[in-house]
């Protein structure tokens, strides 16, 4: 919004004009609110929320359209700020609001999607499932009166059990929306990919084979990406976004045992790194680490240690020396250089006398996430 430099110049001639709070500014401030929100400029929307619900309050004491729409814009920057607590207070405030002034179902149950998410967030896991049950019943209602698509439906319970962290509900949801969704690419890709995401991250600890399942479908669906880039929000790369659904299933393989294939993913997920932000950049030491670590846990020793040290090399450049990225790293190569040390030793030792001990192991490191 720094840049609407006319829309700033008319707001102050507004202001001049017709007095702070005067239902004019309150006008060309909800206009520019519905920018910045559109644009997620979320400083932009957190100003022009917080002056707005200022205004409106002045002018509608008991309330109206602009302060529930300022009183949402406020709660949704605090939630990108990280104030999970000043989010959910106004998330709440808008959603009393909204049922005092009778907005449609459908309006709340997105309302509901976002509370359910800093609940989730928060770590209200069941506040965040009942408003997420909340939030699918107002919409199966919704659809039978006004015929709506039964495919969004789907897609938004995915939403709601993904955020809740109920990912093996979500997976349950992930055949709804594959019967109902276009098989091809489309505006509901990205919001699916990312579900599907976050329901593979809720299930990694305790079904890695569910949670597979769901970064493998989220993979499929950042493929779809690179096929038709419209689908994708705007300035989101294609390349990076499939990056980083392969670096996730890598993770998940890896987990579970299946190194060969989870090799072939994190390989697949570097050319892109690569490809999107060059040789040195910190996304690429990243998965140079994990592919080190996970080659020596594949018995290859010596490629795990030089993929490793290049990636600790990075880190020292880009992150300095003081970051967990590179202490870990650096603590992981420290191991792998002793190891390897002491087998070349006793290499040596068993060549020339005939015998030799027993060598320890390492693991090379957890993965960098």
Known sequence: MATDRLGERQLEILRTVHGDDSPQVAARLTELLRVALAAADWPAVASLGRELLRVASRLHPAGSPETLLATRAVGLSLQRRGDGPGALNHLQQALLLADKLGLAPAEVAELKLELARVL???????????????????????AAATGGLPAEIALLQLELAAAAGAGEEALGHLARCRLLLPS????????????????????????????????TAAVEMARLGLVAEASLPPGEDPRQTLGTALSLLGDLLRRQGELAQARLVLEEA??????????????????????????????MQAEGHDLVRQANKLFCEQLGFLHPHTQASGKALMQMLAFLEEEALRARLASGKGHGGGGGAVTGGGATE
């Open 120 to 142: 989730q967030q928060e770590g209200e896991l069941a506040r965040a499932r009942r408003t997420a049950a909340e939030a699918s019943e107002l919409l199966a209602a919704d």
């Open 184 to 215: 091809g690419p489309g505006p509901a890709a990205p919001r699916l990919r990312t579900a599907l995401e976050q329901a593979a991250r809720s299930l990694a600890r305790d079904q890695p084979a569910l949670a597979a399942a769901a970064a």
């Open 270 to 299: 570097l050319q892109l790194a690569r490809a999107v932000g060059g040789e040195e950049s910190t996304e690429v030491a990243i998965l140079l680490n994990n592919l080190g670590a996970l080659c020596w846990d594949l018995g």
